[in-house]
């Protein structure tokens, strides 16, 4: 693992809603999730980043289909300049969004992406970032999934701990896969003319 020596510019808050993470259903580490993500949004505020809540638009009868109460993001949201809410239909955040346009109308270079689900939306949108030339931050003990059951013939139950490990390996090469969300810094978003 790597530490993110330089400061993001942006934190990318992903699927955070409340269907995933209260109630029966909610991910396995949903309590460790909702903290790490919390306390990421309150720094990224406080040193003037973009923070940027993704939130996916889910199929009709889905946990997160729109305008439900599990669609709701769970953290609340300061909309102004530097903080606003994407929505997606995809795994990847960058998939006919206006997030790329963003990032680059806001002088954005490094970025963090916390969130759900490890394996799908979280490491989608991290590969994205990375292709597109962003330094990319990807916390551990920020990004969580559910387990996956057990398919008899096949493979024995994985814990969700294991899958996000697992998702979150192949990006070390290109990204700042740290151990600790309190590891990631941030700096505010450049001016325009700033180099």
Same mark, same amino acid.
């Given at each position: 693992m790597t530490l993110h020596t330089t400061p993001a510019h942006?934190?990318?808050v992903v699927d955070v @809603?409340? +269907?995933?993470v209260r109630g029966d259903d909610a991910l396995p %580490? +949903? +309590?460790?999730? /909702?903290?790490?993500?919390?306390?990421l949004i309150a720094r990224a505020r406080a040193a003037g980043a973009l923070v940027v809540h993704v939130q996916n638009d889910g199929a009709a009868g889905a946990d997160d289909e729109p305008h439900t109460a599990g669609w709701e993001l769970h953290h609340p949201v300061e909309a102004g300049p530097t903080e606003v809410v994407i929505r997606k239909t995809h795994d990847d955040a960058f998939q006919e969004t206006s997030l790329g346009a963003l990032l680059t109308a806001s002088g954005v270079r490094s970025l963090a992406v !916390?969130?759900? =689900?490890? %394996? =799908? !939306? /979280? @490491?989608? *949108?991290a590969r994205s970032a990375v292709a597109l030339g962003y330094r990319v931050a990807l916390p551990y003990d920020a990004h969580a999934t559910y387990d996956i059951p057990a398919e008899p013939g096949i493979s024995a139950a994985v814990p969700a701990a294991t899958v996000s490990r697992v998702?979150?390996?192949p990006l070390s090469r290109d990204a700042d896969v740290t151990a600790r969300a309190a590891d990631v810094t941030? *700096?505010? /978003?450049?001016s325009p003319t700033s180099p």
């Open positions: 942006a934190l990318l @809603q409340r +269907a995933f %580490e +949903a +309590a460790r999730l /909702v903290d790490r993500t919390a306390d !916390c969130g759900l =689900m490890s %394996e =799908m !939306c /979280v @490491q989608a *949108t998702a979150a390996w941030f *700096t505010a /978003v450049p």
